[in-house]
């Protein structure tokens, strides 16, 4: 049986694709964005143990050299992810497919579907198979939201039972996309144009940070570059107003982006065909 | 009954003519009703129903000792449109103008007991034929001005109004007014069909519920078939026939019930069929006094016009308190289980609906031919005097559940109730950023039992307080003792300062 790493399951989000879905959050991610909300899903634990000498509830204990987590004696004082030296969590489960369909019929009838987040979802391409595959079965609508890494093209299988693709462009610059994500771009342009001309990329987002970004450029460059496949299936775009909230110490020199700013880039991407703008 | 002298006749009448926060319609209303009940009760009321509503079991709404007229009428204003009056001296409308001002004319000649229309008809099938002829700008203009008619010349939250199940044009500018206005009158509820309403318009009128708390949404097919294909939603959220209506809601309190059983096998042996007898004679007796006695069935200009009929009224059996009901006899049953949270408590609690639906199946009265003679269940949602009483089968405040299993719950209930249950879920400001969610959820609702579902968007002014709107702003004016126009917003005081409204759960998505 396939598992995988899971963060966390929220049950009803509506910020994760059309209607009210179900999200999963798989814990590791291959970037490493400084402006990351959730900084503590990017690493997989390393069982160093730190969270459990801090732990106030005792809700952490070592068991055969491995982190072992309580849930029914956490509070969320998030105390382990504060003092976690490797942006991770131990609040982490390993689930099956089984688990983690069990858990999700429980929130039928409410929900239209499920999005795979993260972390970075494709990192678990095999488990998305499968998971996927089921979800169809109870006649769930599927999404993927990814950071675009997982070369598509030479893995068209994993999109047979899904519905779209959620991508994040982060910025058109290669260098400026490198010295904030510690990665290269390429290939996330390639597959939002790859995911766009077979009608499944559902929505492109692109956080917006008053310094350090080319904003305007990205949003300009991804617009037109995805313009042309508009007829094939709309596509929404995000742009999100860069927060503080949950980003690491060192990185908080990150700006929020004026009002102003956002209404610019929205009437950018407005003018070069985009409708459905969405600015959060 | 009353034994009351002239001195204490004084005395009562001067604290309603020098209360500040009441308007000079408002202290009319209360001198009648002070007056009204002078009388004694019905004449064949039974002596247990005296001992009951002092121990509180049963609760008649201070519907007064004589009522001369029915409690809840629907009058058929599409009838009314069609035909004209010759009471009002009206022909029947030729154009939009026309027919708003013909219906708010007939609006005000409604005098039944609340003395103000609980139902103000289905809009969209009343004026769609007239706004469809007309310049949309100029109809929403119009429309506008009825709204705000409504709202400040009848000035009470229990004027219900109906729109769809099927988009019109009426219905979308109706909803696009709502927002902007923030009106408390009139209630608003959408009929909802999944078949027949497109998710587009289910969704604007989320996005409108949101920012007033108006419509709610009623399953078009539980109401069809349980009421009939020509039912309203009046009021809160009372199921009637149009044309027809409800001679009266009286109400049993469950958990007084449950106070004074010995425990469960004494709660179903001897005292809630005996509060089920008396508030069925009780209801009996007041109906026949109506129908029998007083004026109104035999001379009120909408029977003489064939705009209501005495046929196609009913008496509401209404109850309040089940979650504490089970609450308490789970606690003299010394078990841990409580309602909501626990299979074992809610099943106690359909138990209790079982049997009260079994006793009013049997319980006959003459007067309700149009529904096979029977009294219809009613989840009423509270009144003056309900400490520690929740509304209907409602969960109570500060006990709700996450969302879905709360729903779910209040699935299994919902049913019992043809005449009115609902729940009410606020959620907060994301829900805004996609209706499509909300509708989902709503959808997810009605397809776990639900009936009748509404919302409100958390930190907004207008709040649905138990089924009827009210501003927030009116609620502190009264606080602060000065009037205002709507004089439901003193009943709200109640249950807002003591019930807890406004710390219920508000859901984030």
């Given amino acids: ?280 | 009954m009353t034994n009351i002298n002239y001195d204490e006749i004084v005395k009562a009448v001067e604290a309603i003519v020098n209360d500040n926060t009441k308007t000079h319609d408002q202290m009319g209303m209360a001198l009648a009703k002070f007056a009204e009940d002078l009388l004694p009760y019905p004449k064949s009321t039974p002596e247990e129903f005296y001992r009951l509503l002092a121990n509180k079991e049963i609760c008649d709404l201070n519907e007064g000792h004589g009522p001369y007229s029915a409690r809840y009428i629907l009058p058929d204003y599409e009838k009314f449109l069609k035909q004209g009056s010759s009471f009002l001296r009206l022909e029947p409308p030729t154009n939009l103008l026309e027919a708003i001002n013909s219906l708010i004319i007939m609006y005000r000649n409604i005098h039944a007991l609340d003395r103000y229309p609980v139902f103000i008809g289905r809009l969209d099938i009343l004026l769609e034929s007239f706004v469809i002829t007309e310049d949309r700008a100029y109809a929403k203009e119009l429309l506008k001005w009825f709204l705000i008619q409504i709202d400040r010349s009848i000035g009470y939250s229990f004027c219900q109004a109906n729109i769809g199940p099927t988009p019109s044009v009426t219905a979308d500018i109706i909803l696009e007014l709502l927002p902007e206005l923030q009106i408390s009158v009139p209630n608003m509820t959408l009929r909802y069909d999944p078949e027949l309403t497109p998710d587009d318009f289910a969704q604007k009128a989320l996005v409108t519920a949101l920012k007033s708390a108006n419509p709610a949404f009623a399953l078009d097919s539980f109401y069809k078939e349980r009421i009939g294909d020509n039912y309203g939603i009046a009021s809160c959220y009372n199921g009637l026939l149009i044309g027809g209506g409800a001679y009266t809601l009286t109400r049993i309190r469950l958990n007084k019930v449950a106070e004074h059983s010995k425990g469960l096998n004494d709660f179903f042996e001897n005292t809630l069929i005996n509060a089920c007898k008396t508030q069925a004679q009780f209801m009996d007796a007041k109906i026949a006094s109506i129908v029998e006695n007083r004026a109104f069935f035999k001379s009120d200009w909408l029977v003489k016009e064939g705009l209501i009929s005495r046929d196609k009224f009913v008496g509401l059996f209404g109850i309040v308190g089940l979650n504490e009901c089970v609450d308490i006899l789970m606690t003299k049953e010394n078990k841990p289980e409580r309602y909501g949270t626990d299979h074992s408590a809610n099943e106690l609690g359909v138990k209790i609906m079982e049997f009260i639906e079994t006793f009013v199946k049997k319980h006959h009265n003459k007067y309700c031919e149009a529904f096979n003679n029977n009294f219809l269940l009613h989840a009423q949602v509270g009144a003056a005097d309900d400490d520690d009483t929740s509304p209907g089968a409602r969960i109570a405040i500060g006990k709700e559940l996450p969302l879905y299993d709360h729903i779910r719950q209040a699935g299994l209930f919902h049913h019992f109730f043809p005449s009115g249950v609902g729940d009410i879920f606020p959620f907060d400001h994301t829900a805004l950023r996609n209706p499509s969610a909300l509708l989902d959820i709503f959808k997810g609702a009605f397809k776990s039992g639900v009936k009748y579902l509404s919302t409100y968007e958390g930190s907004g002014d207008l709040i649905r307080v138990t089924g009827y709107l009210v501003k927030r702003s009116d609620i502190e004016k009264v606080k602060n003792g000065e009037a205002v126009i709507n004089g439901s917003v003193s009943l709200a005081l109640d249950p807002i300062e003591n019930r807890k409204i406004n710390q219920r759960k508000v859901r984030n998505l």
């Fill in chain 1, 1 to 280: 049986m396939i598992k995988a790493v899971v963060n966390k399951i929220i049950d009803h989000s509506v910020v994760d694709g059309v209607g009210n879905r179900s999200v999963i959050f798989f814990q590791g991610c291959n970037l490493n964005c400084h402006y990351c909300h959730n900084p503590e899903t990017i690493n997989h634990c390393y069982h160093c143990g730190v969270c459990v000498t801090h732990c106030p509830q005792k809700a952490l204990s070592f068991q055969d050299d491995k982190v072992v987590y309580d849930r029914l004696k956490c509070v969320d004082c998030d105390t382990c992810i504060k003092v976690c030296p490797y942006d991770s969590s131990p609040k982490t489960a390993l689930l099956s497919v089984d688990d983690v369909l069990t858990k999700i019929k429980q929130n039928i009838p409410f929900i239209r579907g499920i999005t795979l987040s993260g972390g970075e979802c494709t990192l678990n391409a095999t488990f998305i198979k499968a998971l996927f595959k089921e979800a169809k079965a109870l006649n769930l609508s599927t999404l993927l939201d990814s950071n675009g890494t997982y070369d598509f093209t030479l893995d068209p299988e994993i999109l047979d039972h899904c519905d779209g693709v959620i991508i994040d462009i982060k910025a058109i610059n290669a260098h400026i996309h490198q010295s904030i994500t510690k990665a290269d771009n390429q290939l996330i342009i390639k597959n939002a144009q790859y995911l766009a001309q077979i009608g499944k990329l559902t929505e492109i987002r692109t956080v917006v940070i008053a310094n350090i970004l080319d904003n305007h450029h990205t949003v300009d460059q991804i617009t037109k570059l995805l313009a042309p496949y508009l007829t094939i299936s709309p596509i929404s775009y995000k742009l999100i107003k860069y927060r503080h909230f949950g980003v690491r110490k060192k990185y908080l020199y990150l700006q929020e982006p004026s009002d102003d700013l956002m209404n610019e880039l929205q009437v950018i991407a407005y003018n070069n065909g985009f409708n459905d703008i969405i600015l959060i």
